[in-house]
């Protein structure tokens, strides 16, 4: 098992920036990705980003790019996610996922889930 826990979100003002992290505990070892989704209110769950756990390889939504980053600590065993030019269309609660599989399409097939952060960003 892999246990989650966000942090980091709250309320921004749009143009302005939030750091959100993921602290991971348990089997660690297992993990090969780890990834944030985000769902909105009436929306379905989204993918956002994903980090291997143990690389570099970084993966980014279309949405996004540009505009945020994921990085990871393994020391720490923390991912973030650093998002900046925040837009009101980023409102939504945020999760940090886990995936052991190393095959597949990146935006699906994570194992465990964090609880999420609620992120909300005002015009």
């Known amino acids: 098992q892999v246990q989650l826990v966000e942090s980091g979100g709250g309320l921004v003002q749009s143009g302005g920036s939030l750091r959100l992290s993921c602290a991971a505990s348990g089997r660690t070892f297992s993990v090969y990705f780890m990834g944030w989704f985000r769902q909105a209110p009436g929306r379905e769950r989204e993918f956002v980003a994903a980090i291997r756990w143990g690389g570099v390889s970084t993966y980014l939504a279309g949405a996004v790019k540009g505009r945020f980053t994921i990085s990871k600590d393994n020391a720490k065993n923390t991912v973030y996610l650093q998002m900046n030019s925040l837009i009101p269309e980023d409102t939504a609660d945020y999760y940090c996922?886990?995936?052991?599989?190393?095959?597949?399409?990146?935006?699906?097939?994570?194992?465990?889930w964090g609880q999420g952060t609620q992120v909300t960003v005002s015009s």
């Open positions: 996922a886990a995936r052991v599989n190393s095959a597949g399409d990146i935006r699906t097939g994570y194992d465990y």
